[in-house]
Every structure is written in C-alpha cells, then in structure tokens.
C-alpha cells in the first residue's frame, strides 16, 4: 500500500492508510495493549492512538495542505525531498532526528550516492 502512496504521493486518497487496514490492525494493538499492560493498556493504547492521529494528520498535511509555520515548512520539505529527490531517505514525517541518527537524511544520502557513482 506503501507502494502505491509513492506512485502518486499527491492523490488525496492514498496519503492516509486504509480503514479496512486501520481499524482491524488497531484492535490487535489494543488487545495486545490490554493483554499485556491490564488497564494501563487502555491508557498507553489511547496514547498511541492520538499520536497515531497526529502523524497521519501532519502526512496528510504534508501533500494536500499548508503547514503554516517555520517548523511545518521544514518538515513539509523533509518529506518531499523523500518522495522527489532520493526515495532511500528522509523516512521521518513528523520528525527528522531519527534521520539523523540513522544516518538516512538526505545530505548523508546524497554524498553515498555520489561516492557509488563510477
């Protein structure tokens, strides 16, 4: 499904994954929340769940809408560079730190790009 947000990153419909993927996967997670935690489960899964929200909505945000702040616009760009420029980097939407620690950010993957070529 991944797959197909990359073949057209800017159709409104494939920037959010499916319902009939979300929900049954959700209700693993919260049994599997539930079945380890008791009733902190609850609470660490509802915590999950808007942190969930709010990376689909900053990736939704992302390709159809503005994100009207300096530190939006930085991340909107983090992103895009992944879908226009080199696929095999920038993997963080809501974040770039992780990028950084793993060495997946677009400056590090360009300079490996240009030391394979012949």
């Not at 947000?5 to 994954?17: G, K, Q, Y």
Request: some cysteine.
């Amino acid at each position: 499904m991944h797959g197909n947000h990359h073949d057209d990153p800017d159709d409104p419909l494939r920037n959010l994954m499916p319902l009939v993927v979300t929900v049954p996967f959700g209700l693993l997670l919260w049994a599997a929340f539930v079945l380890v935690g008791g009733a902190l489960g609850h609470a660490i899964f509802n915590g999950f769940l808007i942190g969930y929200f709010c990376y689909d909505l900053v990736h939704y945000l992302c390709h159809q809408g503005p994100l009207p702040s300096k530190m939006g616009t930085l991340i909107k760009r983090h992103h895009m560079l992944h879908h226009y420029a080199i696929l095999e980097c920038n993997y963080g939407v809501t974040s770039t730190f992780w990028d950084k620690v793993f060495r997946t950010n677009f400056k590090t993957a360009r300079k490996r790009n240009h030391a394979r070529r012949p």
